[in-house]
C-alpha cells in the first residue's frame, strides 16, 4: 500500500484530501508546516508527497530544496490556490513531480497520482478512480475518541483509572459518548476478558427494577413466567455500568447500595444470597450533589459510586475533533445506506465548525446520515446540512465578517485570537473572517507573537 504525506496547513482542507486518500487505499500521513513534514520524512517511508505552496515556516519550495540536500527523490506534486504559473516552473525545475491548482479537481489530482507513483494504468483501478468502482470504507472501530486537548484529558484519565478497582461515575450531557467511555474503561481494565453489561436505568419501570438487577425465579410475582438472569449476575467478574443512574427511584437506590456493600444479591422469589464480583460504572447527566440536597437521591450511594469522576466534555468545546468526527460518521453512513459520499465541502465543512451542538455527537451522527442520503454529488454541501442547522443562535460565529475586520490597529490582536478560537484554530478560515489572505495573518501572528 502506497503511502503519501500531506503537507497543509489547512486542517479542513487536509482532512478533506486525508479522508478521500484512504478511501482510495492509500496510507496518509500529515503535516502543518515544513519542520513537522521534515521529521515524518525522516521518520518514515513515504512514495509521495502533496505539499502545499504558502506554509506557515516556509513553502513547499524549500521542501524541496531541502529534499535535494537530502537526496531523497520522493515524487512531489505542489498544491497551490494562487494559480502562480511562475512558481509552479521554479518548483518544477527543482524536481517538483507536478503540480495543481486549488480547488482541486479529484480525477486530475488521481491522474497525476498515478502518474507520479507509476501504478499501472491497465490494472483494475480497484478503489482508485472517483467515479467508477468506488467502494466502501471499513469501519474497524464503532467511535473516534478525538485529537483535541479535551480529548486528549479525558482519555488520560480513562487510562489512569481504568486498570484500577474504582468505581467511576461518568457525567456529562447527553450525547457526549459517555457509554463509550465506559466500555474503552472496561477494555483497558484487568477485566477486559469479561463481561461488560450495561443498564438504561431511565427505561426500567420502578416495579421491575429489582428484577433487572438481581434476577427473578419462576413463578415470584405475576408475568414472571420463567427464570431471569439479573444484571449483577450478567457481569459478574466484569463490569456493569448503569446509565442515568440518576433516574432510579429511591427504593431501587436502597436495594443497589447494600448490594454493593455486600457484594452479594437475591433474586426475586429466591432464599439464597449469591457472591457477586462486578465493577460498577455509572454516567448520569443530572447534578447529583443537587438531588442529594433535593433528597431524591442517596448520598450514602453517590459516595459509593463516586470513586473516581470523569467529566464528558461538550462537542462544542471540541472544535479541533468537530470534522473529523464528522467525516468519522460519514463513513458509517456510507456504509448503511450504501452510498459513496467523499467529504464535506469547504462551505459546509464552515458550517459544521460554527454550529453550536447542542445534541453533542448523537445529534451531529444523526444530521451527517441525513445529509448523506441527501447528497446527490461527490461531497455534502451546505444545503444539505442547512435545513438542520437552521438555528441562527445556534452558531457561534454569527458576528458578520465585518465584525471580524482588522480596522482598528489597537484591537488587532484581540479580534485575530477571537477568530482563530470561533475557527477552531484554523488560520485559512480564520483569514477569511479577518478578510485577509492567509499570507497576511501569517505575518500578524508573528508580530503579535501568537503561536
Known amino acids: 500500500m502506497k503511502r503519501i504525506l500531506i503537507v497543509e496547513d ?21 503535516a502543518g508546516n515544513i519542520k513537522d513534514a521534515q521529521k515524518i520524512l525522516n521518520n518514515y517511508h513515504i512514495d509521495l508527497i502533496l505539499s502545499d505552496l504558502r506554509l ?42 507536478d503540480y495543481v491548482s486549488k480547488p482541486i479537481n479529484p480525477d486530475e489530482l488521481l491522474k497525476k497520482i498515478i502518474e507520479a507513483l507509476k501504478i499501472d494504468i491497465q490494472q483494475p483501478l ?6 467508477e468502482n468506488k467502494t466502501r470504507v471499513t469501519i474497524h472501530q464503532e467511535y473516534l475518541e478525538g485529537e483535541s486537548d479535551a480529548a486528549k484529558e479525558l482519555y488520560h484519565y480513562v487510562k489512569l483509572v481504568a486498570p484500577t478497582p474504582m468505581s467511576v ?43 433487572e438487577f438481581f434476577g427473578h425465579i419462576k413463578g415470584s410475582f405475576t408475568g414472571a413466567i420463567n427464570d431471569k438472569t439479573g444484571a449483577f449476575l450478567e457481569a459478574n467478574g466484569g463490569t456493569l455500568f448503569l446509565d442515568e443512574i440518576g433516574n432510579l427511584n429511591y427504593e ?8 454493593l456493600q455486600e457484594r452479594r444479591i437475591k433474586p426475586i422469589g429466591s432464599n439464597q444470597e449469591i457472591m ?12 447529583l450533589e443537587n438531588a442529594i440536597s433535593n433528597g431524591t437521591f442517596r448520598e450514602d450511594l453517590y459516595h459509593r459510586i463516586n470513586e473516581f469522576t470523569i467529566r464528558m466534555p461538550q462537542l462544542k468545546d471540541r472544535k479541533e475533533d468537530i470534522l473529523h468526527f464528522a467525516n468519522f460518521f460519514l463513513d458509517q453512513a456510507n456504509q448503511e445506506l450504501d452510498k459513496h459520499i467523499f467529504g464535506f465541502d469547504n462551505e459546509a465543512s464552515i458550517l459544521l465548525l460554527q454550529y453550536n451542538w447542542p445534541g453533542n455527537l448523537r445529534q451531529m451522527k444523526n444530521i451527517v446520515r441525513r445529509a448523506t442520503l ?46 482563530l478560537k470561533q475557527t477552531g484554530n484554523n488560520k485559512s478560515r480564520a483569514a477569511q473572517l479577518l478578510n485577509i489572505d492567509r499570507k497576511t495573518l501569517y505575518n500578524k501572528l508573528k508580530l503579535y507573537h501568537i503561536e
Open 56 to 97: 506557515p515556516d516556509h513553502d513547499g519550495i524549500s521542501l524541496l530544496e531541502w529534499m535535494n540536500i537530502k537526496k531523497n527523490p520522493i515524487p512531489l506534486i505542489i498544491m497551490t490556490g494562487y494559480a502562480e504559473i511562475q512558481t509552479a516552473v521554479q518548483a518544477m525545475k527543482l524536481g517538483a513531480k
Open 169 to 211: 461515575l461518568i457525567n456529562g450531557a447527553s450525547g457526549t459518548g459517555k457509554e463509550y467511555v465506559a466500555h474503552r474503561i472496561h477494555q483497558l481494565s484487568k477485566r477486559s476478558d469479561k463481561p461488560f453489561i450495561a443498564i438504561d436505568c431511565g427505561a426500567i419501570p420502578k416495579e421491575l427494577a429489582a428484577s
Open 126 to 131: 480497484k478503489n482508485i478512480s472517483p467515479k
Open 252 to 259: 431501587t437506590q436502597i436495594q443497589l447500595l447494600r448490594a
Open 276 to 287: 457477586v464480583d462486578i465493577r460498577l460504572i455509572t454516567a448520569t447527566n443530572e447534578n
Open 374 to 419: 441527501l447528497a446527490n454529488n461527490d461531497y455534502i454541501t451546505a444545503s444539505e446540512l442547512k435545513q438542520e442547522l437552521n438555528n441562527i443562535n445556534e452558531v457561534q460565529t454569527s458576528i458578520s465578517i465585518n465584525d471580524f475586520s482588522l480596522k482598528n490597529p489597537n484591537t488587532e490582536r484581540e479580534r485575530i485570537l477571537e477568530a
Open 10 to 30: 489547512d486542517t479542513t482542507y487536509s482532512l478533506m484530501l486525508k479522508t478521500w486518500l484512504k478511501k482510495k487505499e492509500f496510507e496518509v500521513e500529515t
